[in-house]
């Protein structure tokens, strides 16, 4: 649907209904198994000689729409589904270093990811470099060493919003012959779209934003125009296997049957298939209808967050600091005027005042805004990052995050832009400051 403008392609990509029994919604296809019409109809969907299924832990028709239409609204070429965000992050560090070598990345990200990065890969023998969002670009190249098959960032880090230069960053990647991983669950498609900056892979969390409604889990990884897949660095793309031969039991490797899509050709057939992170097809269709509001949704809840935003400046008696891209003293506000024109993300962060005992008091006040670790959500959403969502992280890893212990982090729905004003004016009341507004 190339011709086609975002609005439409989130609501019609990667669908035909004649394809269906003319179902005017997407079918859930609750099936594990599929008919074949004897082994040489098995044979040549198996050899990509013929499109069809084989097996849902592997594709299923519903979750094929949602990787089609989300691969078309980041102008990728091939995405595939999976069962969460994680599996989505994990899934392509493994897939990219084939099981071993390094991945450069940043303090500044989410705590699963900082954990999984720390703790969980090296002992499957993938290291990780981490350096600062404010490290120049001397020091990024200084990181890069001979076994670094990655560049892995988010495009809003998490929960500071913190940005990063995409375009310099998929230079240098590629200047060193490895691909920019960005993991765009913050931003979603319809405010940024990394592969149209350089980047390689984009991963998402479509828990969040792209579902929107806090009723589903599933991830999704998208490749964009073919990377050059060295054999030297990446030999896991040429090696040939059994599981990619052709029609004739030749033996192929993935750069040559998938040549087009390599990367998730072998996402699928040997991660999701032996590993199992299937994505339910309840949840893709879950996910479908998030999609089709994804720009009217986030449209709102960055107008909100712009709101709540000047609501927080009055309160200096409560919020000793705001963090924000768009804020005018912010030190990635001519990143946000470069990459976000649309607004820098639904999620902000500021510092409070109190202490904990406050704190527990404001969390518990509020009415309208929940207190839980997602984000993306219709409904705001208010939580204490240190000790939830970045609890994994030690004092001097939250430190060296960039992450102080008074930051709370709002993620903004849908409500009334008053209402939210309201409910954290009385929230304060009750952790003890004046009511002033």
Avoid at 88 to 114: D, E, M, P
Avoid at 187 to 198: D, I, K, M, Q, V
Avoid at 261 to 273: D, E, I, Q, W
Avoid at 274 to 289: M, R, V
């Amino acid at each position: 649907m190339a011709e086609y403008k975002f609005d439409t392609v989130k609501v019609r990509g990667g669908y035909n209904s004649r394809e269906h029994n003319n179902s005017v919604a997407v079918p859930i296809y609750a099936t594990a198994a599929y008919d074949f019409d004897g082994y040489d109809h098995f044979n040549r969907i198996r050899a990509g000689a013929e499109l069809g299924y084989l097996y849902t832990r592997v594709a299923n028709p519903t979750v094929a729409v949602l990787e089609a239409r989300v691969a078309a609204l980041d102008g990728g070429v091939a995405a595939i589904g999976l069962a969460s965000g994680m599996a989505a992050v994990s899934y392509s560090i493994l897939a990219v270093t084939g099981g071993n070598g390094r991945i450069l990345s940043t303090k500044q990200i989410y705590g699963g990811s900082f954990d999984l990065e720390n703790d969980l890969f090296p002992s499957l023998g993938v290291d990780f470099d981490l350096i600062s969002h404010k490290s120049s670009p001397d020091e990024w190249e200084a990181n890069i060493k001979e076994d670094t098959k990655a560049i892995f960032v988010e495009s809003i880090s998490n929960p500071g919003a913190k940005l990063l230069d995409i375009d310099a960053l998929a230079e240098l990647a590629h200047s060193h012959g490895i691909p920019l991983i960005v993991d765009n669950t913050f931003a979603t498609p319809y405010l940024f779209r990394p592969l149209e900056h350089g980047a390689d892979i984009v991963v998402y969390s479509a828990t969040k934003g792209l579902n929107g409604h806090g009723n589903a889990i599933g991830g999704v990884i998208v490749e964009g125009k073919p990377f050059a897949w060295t054999e030297k660095k990446f030999p896991h793309f040429h090696k040939r296997h059994w599981v990619t031969r052709d029609l004739h039991d030749e033996e192929r490797s993935f750069a040559e049957a998938f040549a087009q899509m390599p990367f998730t050709a072998y996402v699928r057939t040997t991660l999701l298939a032996y590993l199992g992170a299937a994505l339910s097809p309840y949840d893709a269709q879950l996910i479908l209808i998030g999609l089709e509001t994804l720009s009217e949704r986030v449209s709102k809840q960055i107008a909100n967050t712009r709101k709540i935003i000047e609501y927080l400046k009055t309160r200096e008696d409560a919020v000793s600091w705001i963090s924000y891209p768009e804020l005018e003293d912010s030190e990635y506000k001519p990143l946000a005027n470069k990459y976000f024109p649309n607004g820098a993300g639904t999620v902000l962060t500021f510092g409070f005042k109190g202490n904990d005992e406050q704190l527990n008091k404001l969390l518990k006040a509020t009415k309208i805004f929940g207190y839980q670790v997602n984000v993306g959500d219709a409904k705001s959403l208010i939580v204490n990052s240190p000790k939830t969502t970045h609890g994994e992280l030690r004092p001097h890893e939250l430190a060296e995050a960039d992450i102080r212990p008074d930051t709370i982090r709002l993620s903004l729905g849908l409500e009334d832009a008053e209402d939210l004003i309201a409910d954290l004016e009385q929230a304060f009341s009750e952790a003890g400051f004046k009511t002033i507004n």
